[in-house]
């Protein structure tokens, strides 16, 4: 079994930069792992931001996001994401995800590991 669990959340102004963390623990390696980062704003579905493979390590980025954001991972068990030039409709639990996919880009119901979410709030 693994557990994920996301940093990094803060309150930042807009045009600030945060960087999220998913530590993964447990008796599995991720290694094989996909990543994947999705959001959940109040009052609406949470939607995929970003994912990075294993091996090849080719990333993915929601338009929304695309330019501001940057997902990475430095071993089999944590990734992170870098946040820039963040903006007030950023605002959303933002949540970590790790599929058992490494040749494709997984769909969203392969994700078989979710953390718990870490707020970030972008506000003046």
């Known amino acids: 079994q693994v557990q994920l669990a996301e940093s990094g959340g803060d309150l930042v102004q807009p045009g600030g930069t945060l960087r999220l963390s998913c530590a993964a623990s447990?008796?599995?390696?991720?290694?094989?792992?996909?990543f994947g980062w999705f959001r959940q704003a109040p009052g609406k579905e949470r939607e995929w931001v970003a994912e990075i493979r294993s091996g090849t390590l080719l990333t993915h980025y929601a338009d929304s996001v695309k330019g501001r954001f940057t997902v990475s991972r430095d071993n089999s068990n944590t990734a992170y994401l870098q946040m820039n030039n963040l903006k007030p409709e950023d605002t959303a639990v933002y949540y970590c995800a790790a599929a058992p996919v490494w040749s494709r880009r997984p769909n969203r119901d392969e994700y078989e590991y979710w953390g718990q979410g870490t707020q970030v709030t972008v506000s003046s």
């Open positions: 447990g008796s599995e390696s991720l290694e094989y792992y996909a």
